[in-house]
């Protein structure tokens, strides 16, 4: 079993629309969570940190659910500019070191 | 803003070839990771390192070697350059151990011939 797992997608979506995306990890000593996206051929950048309360960054709700070990991002009145890969990636441990899922792919259309 | 800079965006090597990938960042991070990135597999941890002169093996550290004399620089060397060494490298930092995000810099796209 991966330690993060994302669904790959893609998920092909109208411009306007809500997606959703989950991703499930396996380690209960998980201390960080975090969504990055990526776009072709570019470096991974930092979306928004996930909190254990959730928290939101104007379009973007993240999610953590402990008890099931599982982590949401949801993204409303979605762009064109929003089409890029999602990681989930998680913490474990002392020295930051992260895992990361193998990311979700997001298109958004007209 | 935390800026990581990569030596080089684009590398061509031959097999057999000793390579150095150097990163360096700007913000005295304490921390520095060195990434490959593989479609289908996503990052994997290479070697990180916590401190100057320290260094730890990740994931995937076979074929591969690191160095850290000062502390803004962390440097990726493969001894001996194979075809299955040919991926994405992506450099990171982060500030401590405190559980903050890590920030990469734009990574080097290395093809063993």
């Known amino acids: 079993r991966k330690e993060v797992e994302q669904d790959p997608g893609p998920f092909n979506v109208p411009e306007g629309a809500t997606v959703a995306f989950n991703c499930t990890y396996s380690?209960?000593?998980?201390?960080?969570f975090f969504w990055y996206r990526q776009d072709c051929r570019k470096e991974p950048k930092l979306l928004m940190s996930?909190?254990?309360s959730g928290n939101e960054d104007g379009r973007f709700t993240a999610q953590l659910n402990r008890a099931s070990q599982y982590i949401s991002l949801l993204i409303r009145d979605s762009k064109l500019s929003d089409s890029a890969t999602y990681l989930c990636?998680?913490?474990?441990?002392?020295?930051?070191?992260?895992?990361f899922g193998t990311g979700t792919q997001l298109k958004v259309e007209l | 803003d935390v800026k990581v800079t990569q030596s080089s965006r684009y590398l061509v090597k031959r097999t057999g070839e000793k390579v150095f990938l150097e990163c360096v960042q700007d913000?005295?991070?304490?921390?520095m990771f060195w990434y490959r990135q593989d479609p289908g597999l996503g990052l994997r941890l290479i070697y990180f390192?916590?401190?100057?002169?320290?260094?730890e093996k990740g994931d995937i550290p076979e074929g591969y070697s690191v160095s850290r004399e000062k502390k803004e620089r962390f440097s990726l060397i493969l001894e001996s350059a194979s075809t299955n060494q040919t991926s994405m490298y992506l450099c990171?930092?982060?500030?401590?151990?405190?559980?903050?995000?890590?920030?990469f810099g734009d990574g080097t796209r290395l093809s063993i011939l």
């Open positions: 990171a930092s982060t500030l401590d151990n405190s559980n903050q995000p890590q920030h």
């Open positions: 380690n209960s000593a998980s201390q960080s």
């Open positions: 996930v909190y254990s």
């Open positions: 990636v998680v913490g474990t441990g002392g020295g930051n070191k992260l895992t």
């Open positions: 913000m005295d991070h304490e921390n």
């Open positions: 390192s916590y401190d100057v002169k320290m260094k």
